[in-house]
């Protein structure tokens, strides 16, 4: 099976950043999607951001578009998610997927294997 690890979440002020990491095992890294998504109290799993198999497309939430950015390094299987600017609505548990294709997509049903998630929370 493909695992996935998250670290970098934390305790952070509102206007700070965070730069979250996932390094993925099992799979061939640079043949597939992947992406982030939030899961904050009391709601469902939000997409945050997407990118295709090799880098070349992105695609964002509208809530952090211009904040977060995506990327990858497919040498070293890892995924990672920058957070400039973070307010207190970021504060969840992040989550990163694989997903089953290649081209980027918010769409949850196209991610099959996840990893366990890193808190990120922000304070006012």
């Known amino acids: 099976q493909v695992q996935l690890v998250e670290s970098g979440g934390g305790l952070v002020q509102a206007g700070g950043s965070l730069r979250l990491s996932c390094a993925a095992y099992g799979r061939t890294f640079s043949d597939y999607a992947m992406g982030w998504f939030r899961q904050a109290p009391g709601k469902e799993r939000d997409f945050v951001a997407a990118i295709s198999w090799s880098g070349g497309s992105t695609d964002y939430a509208d809530s952090v578009w211009g904040r977060f950015t995506i990327s990858r390094d497919n040498a070293k299987n890892t995924l990672f998610l920058q957070m400039n600017s973070l307010k207190p609505d970021d504060t969840a548990v992040y989550y990163c997927?694989?997903?089953?294709?290649?081209?980027?997509?918010?769409?949850?049903?196209?991610?099959?294997?996840w990893g366990q998630g890193t808190q990120v929370t922000v304070s006012s």
């Open positions: 997927g694989t997903a089953n294709r290649r081209t980027a997509t918010g769409r949850q049903y196209s991610y099959d294997y």
